[in-house]
């Protein structure tokens, strides 16, 4: 299984909402990421968890909470979101420190439009 | 500065031909290197490590220069399938950085 799973696929969201993003793999990958992606724009890092810790927040607004419960799930907290944050999120994981040649597999993302 | 800087392009060639994609990063603790490829409204997908000897898979060699913090990427003989967004991507001890990406159209 070297699958990365999202869900939703799509979401709409008020901006008075909140909502959570979530991501699972189960090949026992110990690093986990939060990409922001616009339009004809790379992937943007927001978050990386490292044995479920969070090691990096890309000065990410708090409006995005993030949270591993365990090695296999991350979730993405959504909480008055403005427009401007519509985009593709995507999650990815990949082996840690040890294995730094192999490569990183990403979810196929959530869409998110913020009306 | 960026740290990973990537050709913008985007690069427009006929089928058949040879192209190259050129990446420079400036965290000089950087690990892994690797090119993806990502087609529109899709996720990013791994097309090939890169190692420091470089290495070859078919119609792709890629590069690695550790002294330049340079990275390349060549397609020989371009495929119409070919045409996608190529990411250039760095890895260091606790991220993972992708650069602008380039656009590849192959025109028959």
């Known amino acids: 299984d070297t699958e990365v799973t999202q869900t939703p696929k799509h979401l709409v969201m008020g901006m008075t909402n909140k909502k959570s993003l979530k991501c699972e793999q189960h090949?026992?990958?110990?690093?986990m990421y939060w990409y922001k992606q616009k339009a004809k724009k790379p992937p943007e890092l927001m978050f990386v968890?490292?044995?479920?810790?969070?090691?990096i927040n890309e000065s990410v607004p708090s409006r995005f909470s993030p949270e591993c419960p365990n090695s296999s799930l991350l979730n993405l907290h959504l909480h008055a979101l403005q427009p401007e944050d519509s985009a593709l999120y995507l999650c990815?994981?990949?082996?840690?420190?040890?294995?730094?040649?192999?490569?990183?597999?990403f979810g196929q993302g959530t869409r998110l439009t913020v009306v | 500065r960026k740290e990973v800087e990537q050709d913008p392009g985007p690069f427009n060639v006929p089928e058949g031909a040879t192209v190259a994609f050129n990446c420079t990063y400036s965290?000089?603790?950087?690990?892994?290197f690797f090119w993806y490829r990502q087609d529109c409204r899709k996720e990013p997908k791994l097309l090939m490590s890169?190692?420091?000897s470089g290495n070859e898979d078919g119609r792709f060699t890629a590069q690695l220069n550790r002294a330049s913090q340079y990275i390349s990427l060549l397609i020989r003989d371009s495929k119409l399938s070919d045409s996608a967004t190529y990411l250039c991507?760095?890895?260091?001890?606790?991220?993972?950085?992708f650069g602008a990406g380039t656009r590849l159209t192959v025109k028959p």
């Open positions: 890169v190692y420091s």
């Open positions: 990815a994981s990949s082996q840690r420190q040890a294995f730094m040649n192999t490569e990183a597999f």
């Open positions: 965290n000089s603790a950087s690990q892994s």
């Open positions: 991507v760095v890895r260091s001890t606790n991220d993972m950085r």
């Open positions: 968890y490292s044995y479920e810790k969070l090691s």
């Open positions: 090949m026992g990958h110990r690093a």
